[in-house]
């Protein structure tokens, strides 16, 4: 049985019965990581563990969309030989590490806290409901009214930001709406203060003039070979300035940032509807191309990662890293304590795509556990964007269809 935690080993050496690539299959309710809202299991299979000697996976079926990264400064304190690997459906998910505070009990597998209730591994998600829906916008707990319309209520939770007098989420003028999600003003306040840091992945389309205006999903097209799609990424630490600095794109610098206390690591994290030429499954393929932008470009098709100021290939989902292709920091000097960028990726389409009200891809961006925890990132509505296809108003509730 590989170590895990003591609390943790028990727990899933319980469930592996000690027979070697055995797999146990357990009909839990609900999964849920760190402070992350609990998503609802698929059941069958719920969780699945298979131990194989030196190493396991605990892969977790869920109704709705979990993306998973490991952030830390000291990658050799990770506990490696445990993968968790989220399941939806026919998608791709990347799988994490560092599995600890691991405990089953009323229907809840919960990882992550331990029992002092500290979040001690390098292991950060982003949970969202089966229709996109942000279960808890605020890492605070802070909830909404009940009494709000599904689109309104999630609009609301989707964007932060106070509306003006006439502005209605029941049928969102979006050119009000502010693009920049980390960088509120006082003509565009915020609903809820992000003091420590703020990370952000955020759908965007051209507008008139080289201006871009914000949209509910991600932007996509498609030629019926390959699949593109374009999202907006924003890094914050501490509050904006309100001068020059705050404005215009910064984008992140490929080489080694500093890892000090003031400072914090996101991941952007990407998952898609996968499919495997001659087998079938999901949409798209694990190959392709991924750039990053410093805007937001006029069309979008097969040469929007010419002249890139970087890119690189595809080959599963993508995750920011560095040494694989950039990292993501902000913080006081010497790091940025901004970044605001584009990151393009096409995908070769391999399976029939997706019914046109489920999403095709997802992007999260997810912070370090550690300054999630004190308060960073605060408002976390924003940190996940879906794409559909091009002809998608986006989730039935996006357009009033609950």
């Not at 300035?241 to 996101?266: F, H, K, M, N």
Request: charged content about 10%.
């Amino acid at each position: 049985m590989p170590a895990l935690k003591t609390s943790a080993a028990r727990f899933l050496a319980g469930l592996a019965a000690s027979a070697l690539f055995a797999p146990v299959i357990c009909a839990a309710a609900q999964v849920k990581v760190n402070d992350e809202a609990p998503l609802d299991l698929q059941s069958p299979p719920g969780f699945t563990y298979i131990n194989g000697g030196t190493s396991a996976t605990l892969s977790v079926a869920t109704t709705g969309f979990m993306a998973c990264a490991n952030i830390t400064a000291d990658p050799g304190a990770m506990l490696t030989n445990i993968n968790m690997v989220p399941q939806h459906g026919q998608w791709r998910f990347p799988g994490a590490v560092d599995l600890r505070g691991v405990g089953y009990g009323s229907g809840t597998l919960a990882v992550g806290r331990n029992t002092l209730g500290t979040i001690v591994s390098a292991l950060t998600c982003h949970a969202s409901g089966a229709e996109g829906e942000i279960l808890e916008p605020l890492s605070d707990g802070l909830m909404q009214s009940g009494f709000d319309s599904k689109m309104v209520e999630q609009f609301t939770n989707l964007v932060n930001w106070v509306p003006g007098q006439g502005f209605t989420w029941s049928n969102p003028d979006w050119t009000q709406v502010p693009t920049d999600p980390c960088t509120p003003s006082v003509s565009q306040p915020a609903r809820a203060a992000e003091d420590v840091s703020c990370g952000a992945a955020v759908g965007a389309l051209p507008a008139a003039a080289g201006a871009s205006v914000r949209a509910p999903t991600i932007w996509t097209a498609t030629d019926s070979v390959n699949f593109y799609y374009v999202v907006r990424i924003d890094a914050r630490w501490g509050l904006p300035t309100g001068g020059i600095q705050d404005t215009g794109p910064v984008l992140p610098d490929t080489t080694r940032q500093p890892q000090t206390q003031s400072a914090t690591e996101y991941k952007l994290v990407e998952a898609y509807s996968r499919g495997v030429v001659g087998v079938g499954g999901g949409y798209l393929g694990d190959t392709g191309q991924w750039c990053v932008l410093g805007s937001l470009p006029t069309t979008l098709n097969g040469s929007v990662c010419n002249g890139a100021p970087t890119s690189g290939t595809l080959n599963g989902p993508f995750v920011s890293a560095y040494g694989a292709n950039f990292p993501i920091v902000v913080g006081a000097p010497p790091s940025a304590s901004r970044l605001s960028f584009y990151v393009a990726f096409i995908r070769p389409i391999v399976g029939a795509p997706p019914p046109v009200d489920e999403p095709a891809v997802e992007v999260s961006m997810l912070i370090d556990p550690t300054v999630g925890s004190v308060g960073g990132d605060r408002f976390k509505g924003d940190d996940v964007a879906f794409g559909f296809l091009p002809v998608s108003q986006g989730f039935p509730w996006m357009h009033g269809g609950q």
